[in-house]
Every structure is written in structure tokens, then in C-alpha cells.
């Protein structure tokens, strides 16, 4: 299958500072990415849509001056969380949708463990 | 938009039992429903999907089966095994344009299967 490669898997910061997480699909070209965020023992929320050289698109709720995205390339996307705070602690999970043959599968990163301290 | 129910949220079954999963969807538009399997840490990974075109669908010892009238869709597990054993999510996608669209998920079915 298709490879979806997301780094850093584990980040520590503290709090007020920004960390970037990149997610970059390595044998495929991914026009739409997509962010989503993970509490302990809870579902994947979705965070935003990311569109290879446009505007990322955001689910409501989520601050997009806080979350910025970024999707410069085929292959790369990042998300960079500003100004972090404890709150921001959770599991990063990016995906891509390898869209020859629009089979529709979306293919996941490893995820990231923000935790802010 | 769309929204996805899952039930039940955690399933305790004597290995070789079977399981079942459902979901309820709520946007009509939604054409794809694919089934993730996520162990702890660990990204969560595609089992079975199934379009909207298509009533039912197996794998082996996966299944799952649309009702796109009631709007719900299952997931059936048989003869389980303990690696079986993870949380399970369900999901539907929104379409954009004819596309599909990002996918939504249900909240998780911790599946425990006991040797």
C-alpha cells in the first residue's frame, strides 16, 4: 500500500513556543490532505483539509490562526501549532488520498504526540 | 454535515465468536464507508470499505454490509482471534464536487478478544 510518512512521531515543547509537524506521502502525489486530532481512548476528529497550493480548509471549531497548514507540495504537508499551551496535548494524525484510480483510500501518517508542558 | 454514530463502544467476545459493529450515518450524499482498524500508538489502518453502489462486501473473515435506506452499516468479524483484538472505526465521506470528500468517523469499538 500506499506510505504516508509523518515526523516528529513524539514532541515535547513548552508552553508559548510553535512546533511543526510535517506529513509527506512518499511514494504517491496527494492533492488533499487531511489533519485530524486524537484525545486519549477517542475518535479521530478532523481538523482541516489541506489543499496542495491553496487555502486549507477548516472544520468549525477549529482556530486557524492556531493551527496553521501549509501544503507547498504534492507530497508534504505541515501543520504547524502556534503559541502552544497544555491544552494542545494529543495525537497529530495526518492522512492523504493517493488519487489515481480514486479508490477513495486514504492512507495514515505514524501520528505525532504533541505534549505541551 | 455529516455525522457518525458508532455502537457499541466497547465488545468483549470468547475468541472464535463473531462480532458485529454498527454505524448510523446522517448525510444521504455520503458514498463511501470504509472500516479502520487502530491498535494502541499505532496509525489506524484500512480493513474493508465498502461504496454506496454496493450492498455487501467480504474479506475472508471480514465483513460489511449498507443499508443506505436506514442509512447504517455494519461490520461483522467472524471466528475471532486475539489479534483481532483493537479499536475499530467506522467512517463516511462527504462529497466535494463529485469527489470524495474527507471522511468522518465514528467515535470507536474497542474490540476485546479473550483467548
Known amino acids: 500500500g500506499a506510505v504516508v510518512s509523518q515526523h516528529p512521531s513524539r514532541v515535547i515543547c513548552k508552553s508559548g513556543t510553535s512546533v511543526k509537524i510535517e506529513c509527506r506521502s512518499l511514494?504517491?502525489?496527494?492533492?488533499?490532505m487531511f489533519w485530524y486530532r486524537q484525545f486519549p481512548k477517542q475518535s479521530l476528529m478532523l481538523m482541516a483539509t489541506?489543499?496542495?497550493?491553496?487555502?486549507?480548509?477548516?472544520e468549525q471549531g477549529v482556530e486557524k490562526d492556531k493551527f496553521l497548514i501549509n501544503h507547498a507540495s504534492l507530497t508534504l504537508s505541515t501543520l504547524t501549532v502556534t503559541s502552544a499551551h497544555p491544552e494542545d496535548s494529543s495525537f497529530y494524525i495526518c492522512s492523504a488520498r493517493r488519487e489515481a484510480g480514486n479508490t477513495g483510500e486514504l492512507f495514515f501518517g505514524e501520528g505525532s504526540r504533541l505534549t505541551v508542558l | 454535515g455529516e455525522n457518525v454514530e458508532q455502537h457499541p463502544s466497547t465488545l468483549s467476545v470468547q475468541e472464535g465468536d463473531s462480532a458485529v459493529i454498527k454505524c448510523t450515518y446522517s448525510d444521504s450524499a455520503s458514498n463511501y464507508f470504509p472500516w479502520y482498524k487502530q491498535e494502541l500508538g499505532k496509525r489506524p489502518q484500512l480493513i474493508i470499505d465498502i461504496r454506496s453502489n454496493v450492498g455487501e462486501k467480504k474479506d475472508q473473515r471480514i465483513a460489511v454490509t449498507l443499508n443506505k435506506t436506514a442509512k447504517h452499516f455494519s461490520l461483522h468479524i467472524t471466528e475471532t482471534q486475539p489479534e483481532d483484538s483493537a479499536v475499530y472505526f467506522c467512517?463516511?465521506?462527504?462529497?466535494?464536487?463529485?469527489?470524495?470528500?474527507?471522511?468522518?468517523f465514528g467515535k470507536g469499538t474497542k474490540l476485546s478478544v479473550k483467548p
Open positions: 489541506s489543499n496542495e497550493g491553496s487555502k486549507a480548509t477548516y
Open positions: 467512517a463516511a465521506s462527504r462529497r466535494y464536487g463529485g469527489s470524495q470528500g474527507n471522511l468522518i
Open positions: 511514494d504517491f502525489q496527494a492533492t488533499t
